[in-house]
C-alpha cells in the first residue's frame, strides 16, 4: 500500500469557510496532483506540482489554490467554500520517471 | 479533457464468471493504465501498458492494446465478490498528466 495520506476524511462545513485539505506522501516524489471526483464518476484534475515550488492549474476551475513546499506536502485550499464544491477529493503521486500515480483515500468534502 | 472512454458503464456479473471491460481514447498515447476503485476510496493501480506492447498478464488480468484502434480491454479472469469495484483507464502522452475515463462499475454476485 502506498504511503500518501490525506487529512481529513471527512468534512462538513458551511457555506463561506475557508479550508483546508491536507496530503502528504512518505515516498520522496516530486509530481503530485490534486483530483476531483463526483460519485460514479471521472476524476478531474483541479492542480498538479511537478517539485517543490512548481503548481499548475488543471483542466477545472475550482476556485482553488496549491502550494508546495515541501516535496511531501501539497495542501489543498479553498479560500470560501461553496455547496457546488461538494465532492470526494483525490490527492495522488509519481515516482520519479514513472507514469504510476499512487493514490491517498480521498477527502469526501460536504457544503451545506 | 476527457481522453478515456470506458465501456460498458456497468457490468453485472456472476462469481466465477469473466469480466470485460473496454476503454477508447482519442490522441496518441506512451502507456494506458488500469485502475480500479472500491466505493469512497482513492484508486489503486493495476497493470501498465505500454504503446508498443499489444498484451500484458497479471494474475487474473490480461489487458490488451490495439494502438490502430485507439482501444484497450481488461479482462477479469474467474471474478470474485472481492472483483465488485469502479474500473477505470487512463491514458497518458508523456507530459505526465494522466488522463482518467469515467469508468466500469462492476458488481460481481456471489
Known amino acids: 500500500e502506498a504511503d500518501i495520506y490525506q487529512t481529513p476524511r471527512y468534512l462538513v462545513i458551511g457555506t463561506g469557510k475557508k479550508i483546508t485539505l491536507e496530503c502528504s506522501q512518505t515516498?520522496?516524489?516530486?509530481?503530485m496532483y490534486w483530483y476531483q471526483q463526483d460519485p460514479g464518476m471521472e476524476l478531474h484534475l483541479i492542480h498538479y506540482s511537478y517539485g517543490v515550488n512548481s503548481t499548475e492549474k488543471g483542466d477545472l476551475s475550482s476556485e482553488s489554490t496549491v502550494s508546495r513546499i515541501r516535496t511531501e506536502h501539497f495542501p489543498l485550499t479553498l479560500e470560501s467554500a461553496r455547496p457546488s464544491h461538494t465532492s470526494q477529493y483525490l490527492c495522488?503521486?509519481?515516482?520519479?520517471?514513472?507514469?504510476?500515480?499512487?493514490f491517498g483515500p480521498g477527502t469526501r468534502l460536504t457544503v451545506l | 479533457s476527457q481522453q478515456g472512454e470506458e465501456d460498458p458503464q456497468a457490468l453485472s456479473i456472476q462469481e466465477g464468471e469473466n469480466a470485460t471491460m473496454n476503454c477508447s481514447y482519442k490522441t496518441s498515447i506512451n502507456n494506458l493504465q488500469w485502475y480500479r476503485q472500491n466505493s469512497g476510496r482513492g484508486l489503486v493501480h493495476l497493470i501498465l501498458i505500454r504503446s508498443n506492447e499489444r498484451e500484458k498478464h497479471s494474475g487474473r488480468l490480461r489487458v490488451t492494446l490495439d494502438t490502430s484502434k485507439k482501444s484497450s480491454s481488461l479482462l477479469i479472469t474467474a471474478s470474485r465478490a472481492a472483483d465488485t469495484a469502479s474500473y477505470f483507464c487512463a491514458t497518458e502522452g508523456g507530459s505526465y498528466i494522466p488522463t482518467f475515463g469515467r469508468g466500469t462499475s462492476l458488481i460481481v454476485h456471489p
Open positions: 515516498m520522496g516524489h516530486d509530481k
Open positions: 495522488a503521486s509519481i515516482e520519479g520517471r514513472g507514469t504510476t500515480q499512487f
